[in-house]
Nanobody, 118 residues
Framework: QVQLVESGGGLVQAGGSLRLSCAASGRTFSTYRMGWFRQAPGKEREFVASIIWSLSSTYYTDSVKGRFTISRDNAKKTVYLQMNSLKPEDTAVYYC???????????WGQGTQVTVSS
């Protein structure tokens, strides 16, 4: 199994920045892809960003492109989400997820709350 623990969430004013961290442990050697998702109250979960671990290839949803950056630290087994120019609509619980072999995301963290005030 792969265990994921998110941290770095909090309250920030519009236009501010936060950096989320996701530390992975367990059987991580075969992990193919990691991603960030978010879910606001009463809304469906949506994809935010992903990174292919071995290649460092990244993908972003259009609403965050140019503002958010996903990156990895192989030595620390950690993936980051740098969030700049935050907007109130970014308010959500942010989840880290892992895909072992390039199929579906099957491992999920507990989530960290991000609140952006006007």
């Amino acid at each position: 199994q792969v265990q994921l623990v998110e941290s770095g969430g909090g309250l920030v004013q519009a236009g501010g920045s936060l950096r989320l961290s996701c530390a992975a442990s367990g059987r991580t050697f075969s992990t193919y892809r990691m991603g960030w998702f978010r879910q606001a109250p009463g809304k469906e979960r949506e994809f935010v960003a992903s990174i292919i671990w071995s290649l460092s290839s990244t993908y972003y949803t259009d609403s965050v492109k140019g503002r958010f950056t996903i990156s990895r630290d192989n030595a620390k087994k950690t993936v980051y989400l740098q969030m700049n120019s935050l907007k109130p609509e970014d308010t959500a619980v942010y989840y880290c997820a892992a895909d072992r072999v390039g199929g579906h995301y099957e491992y999920w963290g507990q989530g960290t709350q991000v609140t952006v005030s006007s």
